[in-house]
């Protein structure tokens, strides 16, 4: 199970957090020599401590950051490479006692208040977050009760950023707009040929050049034969498109999310429809494709992946899909599409 990390930034630490993660830095030269290879990273750490000892050698790669400032959780990522020493802490922030350190991956910005997410954890209304912890087994199924996943949780809360969705990256290149006209694209070239297209239920109501979405589209996904938890994991998937009620294709459109959550997403149905025959896709710009196929490639995901004979998830180029809606557009549906 992914780990989920409570992270406190006090009113002395902001200005730090926003020079450090908020803002990405050139990797020090203390720096593990791994992390050398990088040009800029968004990195922060925490003090010494028993107990926060305990929680940071628990850390791996890959789990769940939430950051906490005056009533409300900020900012969200991943852990990318932890590492304690207290010379990148004095380097950085002047404190050497900042040694446990981690690079912060899939940064959003975010904006939740305390009490939607104490209630989501189990905690007490009350309940305020004081220092650097990792949240407790019980507290994390408490939000799988309501959520299939601590993804599809932190959709939701990028969901409540305003009624577009979150306007947010973790690197400059990425662009909403963009991931708003591959959506589009998308959409219509389903409907083009002849299927039923759902769009994720966050998204229904964004706009592409004055076109909302969910236009044309279903409004529900009814899936018979289907669990309401397997249902639900798809929710969110950026564009599906089905053939009565099979599902034939769904695409992940990865500008402004994490690959690894979209992977994370797609893997999770299949193990709860072991049996389904569909193809996934993982949109992303050409410049992501090596990142998306590493990422399909890991063995978490390659478990699921390998014994599912009559599914398949694979890599999408942005350049294809505009290539392709341009040639359906002039000379009309194809015979074979992606």
Known sequence: MTRLYIVPIGKNWIDNFQNTVQSKVPVPDVAPDDLQREEEVRIWGTTEGRRKRRF?????????????????????????????????????????ESRFIYTVSDYQEISVPREEVALLLGYK??????????VSPDAVNSLLQQYNSIEEAFQDFQADNGPDGPEKSDEGKDSPREHTEIQWQLIQLGLAHGYDVYVARNDKNREY?????????????????????????????????????????MFEVESTTSIYSGILRMTDFMVKV???????????STDDEDKVREEISRPTFQHVLEPAEHCSLGYLSF???????ETVQQAGPLQDVF
């Open 274 to 284: 072991p049996n389904i025959a569909v193809d996934m896709h993982i949109v992303a």
């Open 319 to 325: 350049e294809n899909v505009r290539k392709t809606h």
């Open 56 to 96: 940071f050698e628990e850390m791996e790669s890959g789990d769940r950051l939430l950051f906490y400032n005056e009533g409300k959780f900020f900012a969200a990522g991943r852990v990318g490479t932890a590492f304690e020493d207290e010379d990148v802490g004095k380097t950085l922030w002047n404190n050497s």
């Open 125 to 134: 209304e009350n309940w305020y977050p004081q220092r650097f912890l990792r």
């Open 209 to 249: 050049e004055g076109n909302r979405l969910g236009e044309d589209c279903i409004e529900n996904l009814n899936l018979p034969g289907f669990s309401p938890a397997a249902t639900r994991i798809i929710e969110y998937v950026d564009v599906i498109w089905l053939d009565d009620d099979f599902i034939a294709k």
